[in-house]
């Protein structure tokens, strides 16, 4: 298998993610390859999302790469695109999940369920960050940067991120105080701003600051 490194700095520009960590683990024996990754870490409201994501070898959409280095409308025609050609699987944590357990715990389980609900067994799991998720019933290796390194982690960051932005719109119209449609969630100046006036509702994840107040 390909050997890893924890030394990348955030700094050090990665070319565009490939399928050669895939090809490595196919060629080791393990058919079915999955990258896993999540979206909405960091918000003060709403879900994080997970997604896990096996591409067809032969038909891999073009300009796949982290969800973050994408506009938002390159994230859409990819969003359709992966959905049209691969096997996905989507699952969550919601804000209440989050506050009784921590946003890593939370995060790692919506990966591992995400897994779960693939409509093909995956062989292996290929997962953005430092954590393979415990009780996952497969092999697995943690990428550090892995959304910038492996297109099927880019493709499952793209899944997550569309997935988690588009119940965060709907959330907006169940909660309009808040702005969720605008800033996802996320600790914008207005998103501070609305919770200063209206408080926090049943979407914000009331261990984090600055809602936890002790």
Do not use: W
Not at 25 to 40: C, K, Q, T, Y
Not at 45 to 59: F, M, Q, T
Not at 139 to 147: I, M, Q, S, T, Y
């Amino acid at each position: 298998m390909l050997p890893d490194s924890l030394f990348f700095e955030e700094e050090t520009p990665l070319p565009a993610p490939d399928f050669r960590h895939e090809r490595v683990l196919i060629e080791e024996g393990f058919r079915v390859v999955a990258g896993l990754d999540e979206a909405g870490r960091g918000p003060l409201a709403g879900p994080v999302v997970a997604a896990a994501v096996v591409l067809d070898p032969r038909n891999i959409p073009d300009g796949l790469d982290d969800s973050k280095a994408l506009t938002p409308a390159m994230r859409e025609r990819l969003f359709e695109e992966i959905l049209a050609y691969a096997h996905v699987g989507v699952a969550s944590a919601s804000s209440a999940e989050i506050d009784r357990t921590d946003i890593r715990a939370a995060s790692l389980a919506a990966m591992r369920r995400a897994l779960s609900a693939l409509p093909v067994a995956a062989g292996f799991a290929l997962i953005d960050g430092r954590d393979v998720p415990p009780g996952i019933q497969v092999p697995g290796k943690a990428l550090v940067r892995g959304d910038a390194r492996s297109v099927s982690i880019a493709a499952a960051s793209i899944v997550a991120k569309v997935t988690r932005d588009r119940m965060m719109a709907r959330a907006d119209r169940i909660y309009p105080l808040y702005g969720f449609a605008r800033h996802m969630g996320y600790a914008t100046a207005d998103h501070r701003a609305a919770l200063q006036v209206h408080g926090p509702c049943a979407l914000h994840r009331m261990t984090f600051r600055p809602i936890r107040k002790d």
